[in-house]
T-cell receptor, first 111, second 113 residues
Framework: DSGVTQTPKHLITATGQRVTLRCSPR?????VYWYQQSLDQGLQFLIQ???????AKGNILERFSAQQFPDLHSELNLSSLELGDSALYFC??????????FGPGTRLTVL | AQKVTQAQTEISVVEKEDVTLDCVYE???????LFWYKQPPSGELVFLIR??????QNEISGRYSWNFQKSTSSFNFTITASQVVDSAVYFC??????????FGAGTILRVKS
């Protein structure tokens, strides 16, 4: 158990819908990262937050957004969902530049 | 540009065999970190090891060992006396400038009894 929690574990929704994925980092970790794992793209970095502020952005679509709250949990919002958004979404946390520990992931299926 | 290549897509071995997973990386930075993660069938990503670019000492942890060679930009992972529980997808990753991890495509390891 990495100490990073993610909810929900599975999510099934329809095209055009909006969903919110939630992540709670390990106790004391200020950085939260979001990654997408898909069959065609592999594991791709989406975005990083540090203590509530966006720190780095990867190949995150404009339809996707994230935020980190004062209690350090983070949410990833995916809107106008397409079939191709079906993937495993991971959250990771770290003590700034230290090792990233990953949560169990949220498997999103868009029908 | 940062890149990680895991040329072995899938490896199958019989239990108790030794197996080496290859990882080759590219970066222009002089300071960087290399990682190995394991993704078992249950799907989570489990951290195995971190190595910084200034530490080329090989590391052994039980049946696992890692060989870091800057001269060939490689960070290979060996499992000695493999077990069925080692069956998983193994990812090599690089972190240099910035904090994001760049992952290789992963190697599927199947250990048969």
């Amino acid at each position: 158990d990495s100490g990073v929690t993610q909810t929900p574990k599975h999510l099934i929704t329809a095209t055009g819908q909006r969903v919110t994925l939630r992540c709670s980092p390990r106790s004391g970790d200020l950085s939260v990262y979001w990654y997408q794992q898909s069959l065609d793209q592999g594991l791709q970095f989406l975005i990083q937050y540090y203590n509530g502020e966006e720190r780095a952005k990867g190949n995150i679509l404009e339809r996707f957004s994230a935020q980190q709250f004062p209690d350090l949990h983070s949410e990833l919002n995916l809107s106008s969902l397409e079939l191709g958004d079906s993937a495993l979404y991971f959250c990771a946390s770290s003590a700034d530049t230290d090792t990233q520990y990953f949560g169990p992931g949220t498997r999103l299926t868009v029908l | 540009a940062q890149k990680v290549t895991q040329a072995q897509t899938e490896i199958s071995v019989v239990e108790k065999e030794d197996v080496t997973l290859d990882c080759v990386y590219e970066t222009r930075d002089t300071t960087y970190y290399l990682f190995w993660y394991k993704q078992p069938p249950s799907g989570e990503l489990v951290f195995l090891i971190r190595r910084n670019s200034f530490d080329e000492q090989n590391e052994i942890s039980g049946r696992y060992s890692w060989n870091f060679q800057k001269s060939t930009s490689s960070f290979n992972f060996t499992i000695t006396a493999s077990q069925v529980v080692d069956s998983a997808v193994y990812f090599c990753a690089l972190r240099s400038y910035g904090n994001k991890l760049v992952f290789g495509a992963g190697t599927i390891l199947r250990v048969k009894s």
